[in-house]
């Protein structure tokens, strides 16, 4: 088999997160993708892949084989585009991870001024608030609350972001409204989960000590549109990125408390840890479509937030 192949297999593999999927995605046996797999490791004299009966994860080789291989087919299918059409045309699917709240109020809306460019960019929008191993999910574009701790990605701030403590009107008038952290106690408190872990400690910093509190919550969700109606119906107080509800806040359907604290889900007091940033893979290589929309983003970015960060 050549080796434009054989990286056309290990990108299937990593894909689908396993060798049978794989094989059903190109039309191949197990026994021949596992073959071939092992034929490629002896090849480089190198462990491509971690393998158990449910999950794969590449290794340090793997994900820097893994790398080239999207680098160098995204550049062929550019180069045939090219001489099929006599134009660099810009196409391929966009793959974009963005939490709930900032997916839906503004990533979603700037994919479909991006389509209307670009109609030949299928653009795939995943909406979650968990993250992501972006080298093996197959995704392009991760959008998050802060960094991922991965020296192989790159990062670029979106907009500047804090946490703030909010809840409706409704709610302040019928429980009182909190003073200090502490009080946090005596109030209905909506927690976010993610990966599995309730984030029910919350950080508090002033000018003279670090608190933190563990809330008694009333109410669980890792999906943080969910935790942000919950607020605006009344249910409770939440912790939220300014972004996610300065709207809200402006309308004057929520309300903010204990605004003379920096807030977080962690120890940490960087306020550069709840910005709103871009990721993506180090690539020398970074396709055309990619590129592009990361400029479009960006751009947009600075329009839509210049008048608007509380």
């Given at each position: 088999m050549?080796?434009?192949?054989?990286?056309?297999?290990?990108?299937?593999?990593?894909?689908?997160q396993?060798l049978?999927a794989?094989?059903?995605?190109?039309g191949l046996s197990?026994?021949t993708?596992t073959?071939?797999l092992q034929?490629?490791?002896?090849r480089y004299?190198?462990k491509l892949l971690n393998r158990?009966?449910?999950?794969?994860s590449l290794?340090?080789s793997?994900?820097?084989?893994?790398?080239?291989?999207?680098?160098i087919i995204?550049?062929?299918?550019?180069?045939?585009?090219?001489l099929q059409?006599?134009?660099?045309?810009v196409?391929?699917?966009?793959?974009?991870s963005a939490?709930?709240?900032?997916?839906?109020q503004?990533?979603s809306?700037?994919?479909s001024?991006?389509?209307?460019?670009?109609p030949d960019?299928?653009?795939y929008?995943?909406?979650?608030?968990?993250?992501?191993?972006?080298?093996?999910?197959g995704l392009?574009?991760v959008?998050?609350?802060g960094?991922l701790?991965?020296?192989?990605?790159?990062?670029?701030k979106?907009a500047?972001?804090r946490?703030?403590?909010?809840?409706?009107?409704q709610?302040?008038?019928?429980?009182?409204?909190?003073i200090t952290?502490?009080?946090?106690?005596?109030?209905?408190?909506?927690v976010?989960v993610?990966?599995?872990?309730?984030l029910?400690?919350?950080?508090?910093?002033?000018?003279?000590?670090?608190?933190a509190?563990?809330?008694?919550?009333?109410?669980f969700?890792?999906?943080?549109?969910?935790?942000?109606q919950w607020?605006l119906?009344?249910?409770?107080i939440?912790?939220?990125?300014i972004?996610?509800?300065q709207e809200?806040?402006?309308q004057q359907?929520?309300?903010?408390?204990l605004?003379?604290?920096?807030?977080?889900f962690?120890?940490?007091?960087?306020?550069?840890g709840?910005?709103?940033?871009v990721?993506y893979l180090?690539?020398?290589y970074?396709?055309?479509?990619?590129?592009?929309?990361?400029?479009f983003l960006?751009?947009?970015?600075?329009?839509v937030?210049e008048?608007?960060?509380?």
């Amino acid at each position: 088999m050549d080796k434009f192949s054989d990286m056309t297999l290990f990108v299937s593999i990593v894909k689908n997160q396993g060798l049978a999927a794989a094989g059903r995605e190109l039309g191949l046996s197990p026994a021949t993708v596992t073959a071939r797999l092992q034929s490629l490791e002896d090849r480089y004299g190198v462990k491509l892949l971690n393998r158990s009966t449910r999950h794969i994860s590449l290794t340090d080789s793997g994900a820097m084989y893994h790398q080239a291989c999207l680098e160098i087919i995204d550049s062929v299918k550019e180069t045939e585009n090219l001489l099929q059409t006599g134009t660099k045309e810009v196409r391929g699917a966009l793959k974009i991870s963005a939490p709930r709240d900032i997916g839906k109020q503004y990533i979603s809306p700037i994919v479909s001024e991006f389509s209307q460019l670009y109609p030949d960019v299928i653009p795939y929008l995943y909406l979650n608030d968990n993250l992501s191993n972006l080298a093996e999910s197959g995704l392009d574009i991760v959008i998050r609350y802060g960094e991922l701790a991965d020296s192989s990605l790159i990062s670029r701030k979106l907009a500047p972001s804090r946490r703030v403590l909010c809840a409706s009107p409704q709610y302040l008038a019928k429980k009182g409204t909190p003073i200090t952290p502490q009080d946090l106690a005596h109030h209905d408190c909506l927690v976010m989960v993610r990966s599995n872990e309730e984030l029910k400690t919350w950080h508090f910093q002033d000018e003279e000590q670090h608190n933190a509190v563990t809330v008694v919550p009333t109410r669980f969700s890792d999906d943080g549109e969910v935790i942000r109606q919950w607020a605006l119906d009344g249910a409770g107080i939440a912790l939220k990125s300014i972004l996610d509800v300065q709207e809200d806040i402006k309308q004057q359907r929520l309300v903010t408390v204990l605004n003379g604290y920096m807030k977080n889900f962690n120890a940490s007091t960087s306020a550069v840890g709840v910005d709103l940033n871009v990721i993506y893979l180090s690539r020398k290589y970074q396709p055309r479509r990619v590129r592009l929309f990361l400029e479009f983003l960006i751009e947009r970015f600075c329009t839509v937030f210049e008048d608007k960060t509380l």
